[in-house]
């Protein structure tokens, strides 16, 4: 049993003041009590700890590798991409687990409590399985083990190299399966996750529509179960021409039409749809995954979040490509990305909550719903997925409720995050992480072989 005291919590009845939660033994929030006296660990404000439900770990060792043009007279996604295939091949499993222990560690002291990895870096550099083709995915599941994050591990089944189902390039061989491989794949990739406590789960990932043909998907559903779905979509004009041309509508448009879209599934990026669209992913219940950082540096485009939250659409946070990992940097760029399109400001607050609130509680219930975790408020019964921030810094002084919130995302960033709880395991205290000094030895040896082999 934990308890913990904070001067005010967000909690889905809105925020109070001296607030007691009572963490059970299993991880889950057994009570709140407001107007409570302190007792055991007192923290400023506490908030629920949002979910990061995208994420390729191995990226975080390209950051700042990438801002130099490349012979294409304009760089793009497909440049970076290019790159991406040629560092992949110097990655072997350790050096997988290593980065992906920073990663989760970055991703705790920022904030997040939960991590949802799209893996896909699957095998040999030839191509070649491992002895157990599950190797890579148990790296990530040894990473969890290390840093304590709630894990949510979608193996990535990526079939061919385009619409058109021309075979996988030279960079994509590590990622290649058929649907039967992939079945083997995702089996052997689960039965690793044992050893993990009872919150982390397991989801089915098909990667594109670029890269995974009709009958894969359908197959991949099949598999998924009751399990979440998780899927790129409509991310690149490029992208969204080449599906157009092979299959006769638009990325949004042919999953809808062709696939069960529902609230277990996440949609990540959608960054180039129409009106329409925004609507209909919106009606059918599944999860928006942006990753505005990523997003941004990519020159994606930017997502409706106007619309989408105007039809009544729910949305999750992740750090993509792990260049930065900043939550409440993800929230200030959805924000701002809103502003600087439409000219305008406080975008996306509503009439009842500010801009701030309406991206953090946002951010926690569409996380959780999109890694079917039972977490997103601070409420009896859920997972103690929580965030505490210091009400002594100097951008939060004086401020209450969601002053407090629009403070933390527009005037501070994440050294405001004090202490972080994954299910109720205390992971960060006084804003570092109980493994920072070991994990970031370990990571950045390995960051230095990898920029000795390029």
């Given at each position: 049993?934990?308890?913990?005291?904070?001067?005010?919590?967000?909690?889905?009845e809105?925020w109070?003041?001296?607030?007691?939660?009572?963490?059970?033994?299993?991880?889950?929030?057994?009570?709140?009590?407001?107007?409570?006296?302190?007792?055991?660990?007192?923290?400023?404000?506490?908030?629920?700890?949002?979910?990061?439900?995208?994420?390729?770990?191995?990226q975080?060792?390209?950051?700042?590798?990438?801002?130099?043009?490349?012979?294409?007279?304009?760089?793009?996604?497909?440049?970076?991409?290019?790159?991406?295939?040629?560092?992949?091949?110097?990655?072997?499993?350790?050096?997988a687990?290593?980065?992906?222990?920073?990663?989760?560690?970055?991703?705790?002291?920022?904030?997040?409590?939960?991590?949802?990895?799209?893996?896909?870096?699957?095998?040999r550099?030839?191509?070649?399985?491992?002895?157990?083709?599950?190797?890579?995915?148990?790296?990530?599941?040894?990473?969890?083990?290390?840093?304590?994050?709630?894990?949510?591990?979608?193996?990535?089944?990526?079939?061919?190299?385009?619409?058109?189902?021309?075979?996988?390039?030279?960079?994509?061989?590590?990622?290649?399966s058929?649907?039967?491989?992939?079945?083997?794949?995702?089996?052997?990739?689960?039965?690793?996750?044992?050893?993990?406590?009872?919150?982390?789960?397991?989801?089915?990932?098909?990667?594109?529509?670029?890269?995974?043909?009709?009958?894969?998907?359908?197959?991949?559903?099949?598999?998924?179960?009751?399990?979440?779905?998780?899927?790129?979509?409509?991310e690149?004009v490029?992208?969204?021409?080449?599906?157009e041309?092979?299959?006769?509508?638009?990325p949004?448009?042919?999953?809808?039409?062709?696939?069960p879209?529902?609230?277990?599934?996440?949609?990540i990026?959608?960054?180039?749809m129409?009106?329409?669209?925004?609507?209909?992913?919106?009606?059918?219940?599944?999860?928006?995954?942006?990753?505005?950082?990523?997003?941004?540096s990519?020159?994606?485009?930017?997502f409706?979040?106007?619309?989408?939250?105007?039809?009544?659409?729910?949305?999750?946070?992740?750090?993509?490509?792990?260049?930065?990992?900043?939550?409440?940097?993800?929230?200030?760029?959805?924000?701002?990305?809103?502003?600087?399109?439409?000219?305008?400001?406080?975008?996306?607050?509503?009439?009842?909550?500010?801009?701030?609130?309406?991206?953090?509680?946002?951010?926690?219930?569409?996380?959780?719903?999109?890694?079917?975790?039972?977490?997103?408020?601070?409420?009896?019964?859920?997972?103690?997925?929580?965030?505490?921030?210091?009400?002594?810094?100097?951008?939060?002084?004086?401020?209450?409720?969601?002053?407090?919130?629009?403070?933390?995302?527009?005037?501070?960033?994440?050294?405001?995050?004090?202490?972080?709880?994954?299910?109720?395991?205390?992971?960060?205290?006084?804003?570092?992480?109980?493994?920072?000094?070991?994990?970031?030895?370990?990571?950045?040896?390995t960051?230095?072989?990898?920029?000795?082999?390029?």
């Amino acid at each position: 049993m934990q308890e913990i005291w904070a001067e005010q919590a967000l909690t889905p009845e809105g925020w109070r003041n001296d607030v007691a939660v009572v963490i059970d033994a299993e991880g889950r929030i057994e009570s709140v009590t407001p107007d409570a006296p302190p007792a055991g660990r007192r923290v400023g404000a506490l908030l629920p700890a949002p979910a990061n439900v995208h994420s390729h770990a191995f990226q975080r060792a390209m950051a700042g590798l990438t801002e130099r043009r490349g012979p294409d007279p304009s760089d793009s996604f497909w440049t970076w991409r290019r790159l991406m295939y040629r560092f992949l091949d110097q990655i072997d499993p350790d050096d997988a687990e290593a980065i992906a222990a920073l990663v989760q560690v970055e991703m705790l002291e920022s904030g997040y409590a939960a991590c949802g990895e799209f893996h896909y870096l699957h095998h040999r550099v030839d191509g070649g399985r491992y002895d157990d083709p599950a190797e890579m995915s148990a790296a990530m599941v040894r990473a969890a083990e290390i840093s304590g994050i709630g894990l949510t591990l979608m193996p990535v089944l990526y079939e061919v190299g385009g619409c058109d189902g021309r075979p996988l390039g030279p960079g994509q061989r590590r990622f290649g399966s058929t649907p039967e491989s992939y079945a083997d794949l995702a089996a052997r990739a689960k039965a690793h996750m044992k050893p993990l406590p009872g919150d982390c789960g397991f989801g089915i990932a098909p990667h594109s529509l670029r890269a995974v043909t009709p009958a894969g998907l359908a197959a991949a559903v099949e598999m998924a179960g009751g399990e979440p779905i998780h899927i790129h979509l409509a991310e690149q004009v490029a992208e969204v021409e080449e599906v157009e041309a092979e299959r006769g509508a638009r990325p949004v448009e042919w999953l809808l039409a062709n696939a069960p879209v529902g609230p277990r599934w996440c949609l990540i990026h959608l960054t180039q749809m129409r009106p329409e669209e925004t609507r209909a992913v919106a009606a059918a219940g599944a999860v928006a995954g942006l990753c505005p950082i990523t997003e941004s540096s990519l020159g994606d485009g930017i997502f409706d979040g106007i619309g989408f939250l105007g039809a009544g659409g729910r949305f999750a946070i992740g750090s993509d490509s792990n260049i930065r990992i900043a939550l409440s940097e993800e929230f200030r760029t959805l924000e701002y990305s809103q502003r600087l399109r439409d000219r305008g400001r406080a975008m996306l607050a509503s009439e009842k909550s500010s801009t701030g609130r309406v991206l953090l509680e946002g951010a926690a219930h569409g996380g959780a719903q999109a890694l079917r975790r039972a977490a997103g408020a601070v409420a009896p019964g859920l997972w103690a997925d929580l965030l505490a921030l210091d009400t002594r810094a100097l951008d939060l002084e004086g401020k209450t409720g969601d002053l407090l919130l629009d403070a933390w995302i527009f005037a501070g960033d994440d050294r405001m995050v004090t202490d972080v709880w994954s299910a109720g395991r205390p992971m960060v205290t006084d804003g570092r992480h109980f493994a920072r000094d070991e994990v970031e030895a370990r990571a950045r040896a390995t960051l230095r072989r990898l920029k000795d082999r390029l």
